[in-house]
């Protein structure tokens, strides 16, 4: 059997990139989305590389500035809405937060972020506002409990004690000034006759009997400078319920228009006074001597010592 000889032999295809050679398409390009790229090359061409985001991206969402602002504001007013002074700058910021708050809680469906802040702000704005008013309420209340926790003094019906021998007529010790006392009890007095007793509002009595005369010892300390000199004796009396220092009290005594001297004599047991405490009910006396220019002229001013308490005044005019 004979065989045709064999015919030409098929050709080679080019290899890619060689002149002639079939292109691939261009969806198979090496580098395309879903394709092998090149040695070194990206697989895609992204964002990254400086082209456009791919689609569907979504871009990044505007920050709700009026919310964060309102929502710090609100603190910073509740911080303060407890403190005295102060929470009026508070009440401003509460008051700044609030608008803010709502703003923002409007804003908040545009941007589409913020709305948990905005809320928070217009309740915590809400609650500063409201200690503001409540601090300013106790505060208030606070200051007129002092106010009247000062007391005021007023004249007991008292009789002025008798003169002693020795003792120094005052005016205003007679029956006539006994009178005005019993008129006036309960009434505030700028100044008292000796003899009178004043009444504190919860319950401490101050009283200083009429002057007397007194002559200093050779060992007398202040006498330097008068010739004459007086005896007061002042009682506290403890009406309260609770127990009274007396250490801090003091006195001043004025006569003819001049400042007079206090004389501390150890030797007739004139020294200062008290230091021990008076219990509820009981009372303590002692006595304050003073070289003065005219012992029918006396104005003295008895300070218990304690703040809360205004000062005393007896006079020799009253």
């Known amino acids: ?69 309102g929502l710090v504001l609100a603190l910073v007013g509740l911080v303060l809405c407890l403190i005295p002074f102060v929470n009026f ?43 503001v008013v409540v601090s300013q ?5 606070a200051l007129e409990e002092l106010s009247s926790s000062l007391g005021s003094t007023s004249i007991s019906s008292s009789a002025p004690e008798e003169p002693a021998v020795g003792e120094i007529p005052a005016d205003g010790t007679g029956s006539d000034s006994q009178g005005a006392g019993d008129g006036a009890a309960g009434a505030p007095s700028p100044a008292l006759a000796f003899g009178d007793v004043a009444v504190y509002e919860d319950g ?7 002057p007397a005369a007194f002559t200093p010892s050779d060992t ?11 005896r007061l004796d002042v009682t506290l009396t403890n009406g309260t319920a609770e ?4 250490t801090f009290a003091y006195v001043s005594v004025s006569s003819g228009g001049a400042e007079g001297s206090q004389v501390f004599d150890a030797a007739q047991e004139i020294s200062s006074t008290p230091s021990t405490s008076v219990l509820p009910g009981q009372s303590v006396t002692f006595p304050v001597v003073f070289g003065v220019t005219d012992p029918a002229d006396l104005t003295m001013e008895v300070n218990v010592g304690a703040w809360e308490y205004d000062a005393v005044i007896f006079s020799t005019t009253s």
């Open 220 to 230: 007398a300390a202040g006498d330097e400078g008068f010739t004459q000199f007086v």
């Open 243 to 246: 127990t009274f220092d007396p």
């Open 137 to 141: 309420i106790f505060f208030v209340a």
């Open 204 to 210: 401490l009595e101050v009283g200083v009997s009429a």
């Open 89 to 131: 700058f508070a009440a401003v910021l509460a008051l700044a937060g609030l608008v803010l708050g709502i703003v923002g809680l409007v804003k908040a469906g545009t941007l589409g972020n913020g709305k948990g802040m905005s809320i928070a702000a217009i309740i915590i704005s809400v609650v500063a506002g409201i200690g």
């Open 1 to 69: 059997m004979t065989y045709p000889p064999p015919g030409p032999a098929e050709p080679t295809p080019p290899s890619l990139g060689h002149p002639g050679a079939p292109q691939p398409s261009p969806y198979q390009q090496p580098g395309y989305p879903g394709q092998p790229g090149y040695p070194g090359l990206p697989a895609a061409w992204g964002p990254e590389q400086g082209g456009y985001p791919p689609y569907g991206a979504v871009p990044p969402r505007k920050t709700n500035v009026l919310a964060i602002t």
